[in-house]
């Protein structure tokens, strides 16, 4: 069993960084691939970005390409979600996830066994 409980959401204005952390419990978070998501008011949810179980791969949507980096520290069984240059269509609920699952599959969000509770940015113009 693995619980992620997200941090570090908040309102910024354009341009500004923030810097995501999912916490995760349990001895296994080593064992999986972790990602983010997110979801706008009135729109579907949709993937941010993935990280390997050793971290040395990763993906982003093409959206925050070159603005956010995910990285992992296995020994604190923690996530980060740096974000930059943020706009405000950034704004959303950020959720964790975890899955021992392909690149592939991670990002369509199906079959993500541990999700967070999510943690708000907002971006204002």
């Known amino acids: 069993q693995v619980q992620l409980v997200e941090a570090g959401g908040g309102l910024v204005q354009a341009g500004a960084s923030l810097r995501l952390s999912c916490a995760a419990s349990g001895r296994t978070f080593s064992h999986y691939a972790m990602g983010w998501f997110r979801q706008a008011p009135r729109k579907e949810r949709e993937f941010v970005a993935f990280?390997?179980?050793?971290?040395?791969?990763?993906y982003y949507a093409d959206s925050v390409k070159g603005r956010f980096t995910i990285s992992r520290d296995n020994a604190k069984s923690t996530v980060f979600l740096q974000m930059n240059s943020l706009e405000p269509q950034d704004t959303a609920e950020y959720y964790c996830a975890a899955a021992a699952l392909s690149p592939t599959m991670f990002r369509t969000g199906t079959g993500i066994r541990y999700w967070g509770k999510g943690t708000l940015v907002t971006v204002s113009s």
């Open positions: 990280i390997s179980w050793s971290g040395a791969t990763t």
